[in-house]
Each structure stands twice: as C-alpha cells, then as structure tokens.
C-alpha cells in the first residue's frame, strides 16, 4: 500500500508540474506529454472506435500507473502488481467500468437480455464469461509478474550459494548477471504485461458494449 501510494504521488506531483504552464504552441517537455497523449488517442481510436474515445483518460490511467508499478522493482523494491490484491482490484475497476458501459449504453433490459443469446441455453456459459473477465485480467497481471520476480529472486539465491560454495566473493558476476534478467522480467515484461492489460480492457468494454 505504501509503495501504491508512493507511485501516486509521484504520478500527481510529476502531471501538476508538467502541465503547469502549458503553451499554444508546444515546447520542450510538452511537446513528449502532447505526444504521449496523441499515442494514448491513437490506442483507444484504433481499437475501440472513435465513440469510446472519451474512454482514453481512463487506459492512459491504467497504463502509467500500472507501468510505475511494474517498474519499481528496479528500485530493489517488490512490485505490488506480485500481490493478487493489487492486480484483481485494478481488475475490479476495469470489470465494473465494462458493465456499467455496456448498461448506459444498450439499457439495463437489453443488458440483462445479452446473457440469453444466441439461445436461453447459453445463459450459464454467457454468465460464466462475463463474470471470469476480472479473474482473467488480474491473473495474467499477477502470474507473469510474480513469477518475473521469484526468477529474479532464484538467480541472487543461486550466485549466493555458488559464492559460498566456492569461498569465493563474487561482486562483479553478482552484480553484472542479474542485468540481464531485469531488463528482461523488470523492464520488458513490465511493459507487456500493462500493455495487454490495458488492451484487454479496451477490448472488453468495446464488445461487451456492443453486445
């Protein structure tokens, strides 16, 4: 919780101070936020159509926070997204904001009657979707990030015990093999696993929108 909160108040005090003078014509640091925002609209128009672009404050949200999260572990600090409860209430979000969506928009009776369709038969399949969706996203956040740290985690245990087995101080290796693991499970797999989150989110308010 305090490494969350810590994330969001860098997030906050980071916006507040980038956007403070902003300017007709962009320069500088605007001119990487104006294009961050532009990249961020171009995602959610290419994927979910001009009319969820409203949704676009939303994913840029989810994709920095969840982004900041994941990459705190280059701090030496453990990521919260490795905590099942972090990674299912980010999900929750994104589960309640999916139907609520799909309610405003087809009304809470042609809601209801999706679940029934293509036939009454599929009522336990179509439920059973619907409400696997949270499950889903908060597993495949949590599985591939925990099993990026317990990796990580395994290779200083493993070049610990090769050191004492051999008496032997191994600072140089110690410090230089891990490198590539945490660009690959910190840096690479921290930006996968946000993008696919924040896809899947997409996708989901879209077609369960339109269905």
Same mark, same amino acid.
């Given at each position: ?16 101070? #980038?956007?403070?003078? @902003? ?27 001009? $009319?969820?672009?409203? &949704?676009?404050?939303? =994913?840029?949200? =989810?994709? *920095? ?6 990459? =705190?572990? #280059? ?16 999900? @929750?979000?994104? &589960? ?6 799909? *309610? $405003? ?16 038969? #599929? ?15 908060? /597993? ?10 317990? *990796?990580?985690?395994?290779?200083? $245990?493993? #070049? ?12 140089? &290796?110690?410090? /230089?093999?891990? =490198?590539? &693991? ?8 921290? *930006? ?13 308010? $879209? ?5």
């Amino acid at each position: 919780m305090l490494i969350q909160w810590g994330v969001m108040v860098f997030i906050i005090v980071l916006v507040t101070v #980038l956007t403070k003078r @902003l300017e007709t014509i962009p320069h500088g640091s605007q001119i990487w936020i104006e294009l961050i925002v532009e990249k961020i609209n171009d995602l959610v128009r290419a994927n979910m159509g001009e $009319k969820f672009i409203g &949704f676009a404050p939303y =994913i840029g949200t =989810i994709m *920095i926070y969840i982004l900041m999260l994941n990459l =705190i572990g #280059l701090l030496g600090l453990r990521p919260p997204t490795t905590d099942y409860s972090v990674a299912l209430a980010l999900a @929750l979000i994104s &589960f309640v904001l999916i139907h609520a969506t799909a *309610i $405003k928009n087809n009304g809470l009776r042609h809601y209801l009657k999706g679940y029934s369709e293509p036939f009454p038969l #599929l009522l336990p399949l179509n439920i059973i979707e619907r409400v696997v969706v949270p499950v889903s996203l908060s /597993l495949r956040l949590f599985g591939n990030m925990l099993a990026g740290v317990i *990796i990580v985690e395994l290779i200083y $245990k493993g #070049l610990s015990y090769l050191s004492n087995m051999v008496h032997i101080k191994l600072p140089l &290796f110690a410090a /230089l093999i891990p =490198i590539p &693991f945490h660009i690959y499970f910190d840096i690479f797999d921290g *930006i996968i696993q946000m993008f696919i989150f924040s896809m899947l989110t997409m996708i989901f308010i $879209k077609t369960t929108s339109e269905h």
